[in-house]
T-cell receptor, first 116, second 111 residues
Framework: AQSVTQLGSHVSVSEGALVLLRCNYS??????LFWYVQYPNQGLQLLLK??????LVKGINGFEAEFKKSETSFHLTKPSAHMSDAAEYFC??????????????FGQGTTLQVKP | DAGVIQSPRHEVTEMGQEVTLRCKPI?????LFWYRQTMMRGLELLIY????????DSGMPEDRFSAKMPNASFSTLKIQPSEPRDSAVYFC?????????FGPGTRLTVT
C-alpha cells in the first residue's frame, strides 16, 4: 500500500529565506506525486506534479520539487519565502502507476509560517 | 470554467437532523471525490466515483453516510442522522487525467 510522510507538521521561516518542506513516500509501483496548497478557509490548490520525465518540476508561485527515487522523496522548495506563502501544504501520491484510477493518498500536511 | 461548486458553504444543524451537501464538478471531468477534513484526522477520502459509478466507498465512516451521483454534473453527500462528531469541512473534488480540482468546501457544524 502506498503512503506519504511529511516531516514536520509546522515549519517557520523568515520572509526571504529558503522554504523546504519534506515529503517521503512509499510505493510499490512508480509513483505520481503531487503538492497541494491550502489557504485558510479555501480548498486545496495544485502547486505542482510529477508524473514521468524530468525529475525537477516547477509549479506555481515559484515553487519546485525534485523527485528522488533512491531516497523516495519529493521535497518542496522555494528560494525566497513571501508572506503570502503562509498556508498548509499537502504532499500526495497516486495509488496506481498510471495515475488514472484517481485515488490520491495525502500526507498529514505541513503548516508554513512566514515571519516578517 | 467556474471550477468545482459546492453548496452550502456553511451548514449549522442540530444533532439528529439530516444534512445534504451538494457538489457540481467541472464539466468533462470523469472522477468525483468526497473528502472530510478535521484537525484530528486530517484529510480523509470518503468515497469516489468514476463516470457516475461509485468505485470505492471504504472511507465512508458509517451507514449514516451515503453519497450519490445521479448524473455527470451533480453529486450529493447525505448524513442521516447527523451527530456532533460529523462536524468538519467536507470537500468535493473532480479529476481529469492526473489532476484533482477541489471545491471551496462546506463547513458543517452539528450542535
Amino acid at each position: 500500500a502506498q503512503s506519504v510522510t511529511q516531516l514536520g507538521s509546522h515549519v517557520s521561516v523568515s520572509e526571504g529565506a529558503l522554504v523546504l518542506l519534506r515529503c517521503n513516500y512509499s510505493s510499490s509501483v512508480p509513483p505520481y506525486l503531487f503538492w497541494y496548497v491550502q489557504y485558510p478557509n479555501q480548498g486545496l490548490q495544485l502547486l505542482l506534479k510529477y508524473t514521468t520525465g524530468a525529475t525537477l518540476v516547477k509549479g506555481i508561485n515559484g515553487f519546485e520539487a525534485e523527485f528522488k527515487k533512491s531516497e523516495t522523496s519529493f521535497h518542496l522548495t522555494k528560494p525566497s519565502a513571501h508572506m503570502s506563502d503562509a498556508a498548509e501544504y499537502f504532499c500526495a501520491v497516486s495509488e496506481e502507476a498510471s495515475g488514472n484510477t484517481g485515488k490520491l493518498i495525502f500526507g498529514q500536511g505541513t503548516t508554513l509560517q512566514v515571519k516578517p | 470554467d467556474a471550477g468545482v461548486i459546492q453548496s452550502p458553504r456553511h451548514e449549522v444543524t442540530e444533532m439528529g437532523q439530516e444534512v445534504t451537501l451538494r457538489c457540481k464538478p467541472i464539466s468533462g471531468h470523469d472522477y468525483l471525490f468526497w473528502y472530510r477534513q478535521t484537525m484530528m484526522r486530517g484529510l480523509e477520502l470518503l468515497i469516489y466515483f468514476n463516470n457516475n459509478v461509485p468505485i470505492d466507498d471504504s472511507g465512508m465512516p458509517e451507514d449514516r453516510f451515503s453519497a450519490k451521483m445521479p448524473n455527470a454534473s451533480f453529486s450529493t453527500l447525505k448524513i442521516q442522522p447527523s451527530e456532533p462528531r460529523d462536524s468538519a469541512v467536507y470537500f468535493c473534488a473532480s479529476k481529469h487525467y492526473h489532476e484533482q480540482y477541489f471545491g471551496p468546501g462546506t463547513r458543517l457544524t452539528v450542535t
